[in-house]
């Protein structure tokens, strides 16, 4: 019943927005305990309000992603998404983890939702009901979210 719930709402709410990629050239260490990649002269390049909240999460996320929706999913609402997933645990996925490991990209579950490395076996990749995966349907979005992680998931 809740897998129909799913689909129901991903078939009302389709991916959308668009973005450039961006690349990262240095590594420093962040506040989060983990390693920041910068561009060497003006810091991270990936903003989180600018480049993921907006375009990505309240464009894409929030048709399932809100407060009041399942009590296990994280709410990715402006002002809520950074406190919901960095260094939260993932309750959802087999073998846990963190929904968001600063400057780790690869061991991050919202990373390995939206390309599907690393996802364990018969987990949904996202957006959740959609055929191909963020990574696959919008790779320049699943980029920057990618960056941002490995900059240290900055409150940007």
Not at 18 to 32: E, H, I, K
Not at 88 to 107: C, F, I, Y
Request: glycine letters at 14%; aromatic letters at 6%; charged letters at 15%.
């Amino acid at each position: 019943m809740i897998a129909i719930g799913f689909l129901l709402i991903s078939s009302f709410y389709g991916c959308g927005g668009d973005s450039n990629s961006n690349s990262s050239a240095g590594t420093v260490n962040d506040n989060n305990g983990g390693s920041s990649n910068t561009d060497g002269k003006n810091g991270p390049t990936v903003s989180f309000a600018a480049e993921i909240q907006g375009p990505i999460f309240t464009a894409i996320c929030i048709g399932c992603h809100f407060t009041g929706n399942l009590d296990s999913l994280p709410d990715f609402s402006e002002g809520k998404a950074l406190q919901n997933l960095v260094n939260q645990d993932a309750s959802l996925t087999d073998g846990g983890g963190k929904r968001v490991l600063p400057g780790d990209s690869v061991n991050s579950i919202l990373y390995q939702r939206i390309s599907g490395i690393g996802l364990p076996a018969g987990e949904a990749t996202m957006p959740f009901g959609d055929l191909l995966s963020l990574a696959e349907s919008k790779p320049e979005l699943a980029a920057k979210i990618k960056t941002w992680i490995d900059e240290g998931a900055l409150d940007n």
